[in-house]
Nanobody, 123 residues
Framework: QVRLVESGGRLVQAGDSLKLSCVHS???????MAWFRQAPGRPREFLAA????????YYSDSVKDRFTITRDNARNTAYLQMNNLQPADTAVYYC?????????????????WGQGTQVTVSS
């Protein structure tokens, strides 16, 4: 059974940093993983992707200078480090994994999703 469980979301102030975690089952360990977010009334937005070995990473232009995706394969955990958070970053953040992905930024390419964790940034 594949499971992804996000945690770490909370209310922060503008300019703060936050690190999200995604603990996943061992069946996911060699899959490419990604982080997305979704704000109310908006489509799910790609943020970052990384493969198992860390030989590639992809970032959306909107976050590439502030967010970093990492993976600790020994702990079956993916992370999203977010710096200089702004109110526009307020959303539910999801991690996802894919058996085989071509377009890393497309939500439809990912087979497994977590339940999401809420990040709220106040001004």
């Amino acid at each position: 059974q594949v499971r992804l469980v996000e945690s770490g979301g909370r209310l922060v102030q503008a300019g703060d940093s936050l690190k999200l975690s995604c603990v996943h089952s061992e069946t996911v360990f060699n899959m490419p993983m990604a982080w997305f977010r979704q704000a109310p009334g908006r489509p799910r937005e790609f943020l970052a992707a990384r493969n198992y070995g860390g030989t590639f990473e992809y970032y959306s232009d909107s976050v590439k200078d502030r967010f970093t995706i990492t993976r600790d394969n020994a702990r079956n955990t993916a992370y999203l480090q977010m710096n200089n958070l702004q109110p526009a970053d307020t959303a539910v953040y999801y991690c996802a994994a894919s058996r085989q992905v071509k377009d890393h930024s497309a939500a439809s390419e990912y087979d497994f999703w977590g339940q999401g964790t809420q990040v709220t940034v106040s001004s």
